[in-house]
């Protein structure tokens, strides 16, 4: 992960919040970062992550849809907000 998004989660209070993780990489996936989040913001709630093959990044427009609405964070699913508030 790179050690700005390090520090801005470091910053910030992430307690009640779902943090989704997503990045392009050029064959390393997330690596550990999913894991890292989670170390770094135990108070939320660390989402199934999403890797984007950086050279295919322009034709990643659905996939990146389809991920967020198995995450309820797009589309008609959108619900997970409200069930984070109850
Ligand atoms: C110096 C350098 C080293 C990189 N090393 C890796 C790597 O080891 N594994 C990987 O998955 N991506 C690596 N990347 C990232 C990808 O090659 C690619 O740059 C990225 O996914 C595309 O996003 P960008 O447009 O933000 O660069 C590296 C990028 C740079 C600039």
Known sequence: MPMAVNTFLEE????GKIIAPFCTHGGSGLGSSVTD?????PDAETADGLAVYG??????GEQ????????GLYGE??????????
Do not use: G, M, S, T
């Not at 990146?64 to 995450?71: F, G, I, M, R």
């Open 12 to 15: 910030y209070d992430f307690e």
């Open 37 to 41: 989040i989670e170390k770094l913001c």
């Open 55 to 60: 050279l295919r990044a322009d034709q990643a």
């Open 64 to 71: 990146v849809a389809e991920w967020l609405e198995k995450l």
């Open 77 to 86: 699913n959108q619900d997970r907000e409200e069930e984070i508030q109850e």
